[in-house]
């Protein structure tokens, strides 16, 4: 994954004089010739075994959110079990933008915000807001992170 969004950003900003339909040309050539053969292989299957330790898993696609961290810290402070959830978070953010998983204060000054303690549960990607190409394909790099989670 994060292959296919480093070559998609090289990609996008070696266009010259861009145009919704260049852009769009190589967004498909690479997204095809990353995920197409792939996807048809996996058609109708599981991509893993569904796992029995009721996990749940939860998918964000985030644009240029401030209030992600809150959400997230929402999420696991009110779960009754938070060391179950698994996330997949995609964040297309620009340079200055909040990071959605970046607590309050720095993990190496205070460990025990929720943040910092289920830290081992989030899987981050990070897209340049620039290159966002919106919500639907943020979900779905989101969601190739299903790892089994039962929910």
Known sequence: METYLAELHAAFTSIEGPT??????????LTSDTFVAEDQDRAGKLW???????SIFVSVASYRDENCPAVLKDMFTKAKHPDRIRVAIV???????????????PCTQDSTQTLCRYAHLIDYYEVDAHFGVGPVFARHLANRHYRGGKY
């Open 91 to 105: 964040e297309q953010r620009l340079s200055g933008d909040t990071v959605c998983t970046t607590p309050a204060i």
């Open 20 to 29: 919704a339909e260049k852009v769009w040309d190589v967004f498909y050539r």
């Open 48 to 54: 893993t075994p569904v796992r029995r330790d009721d």
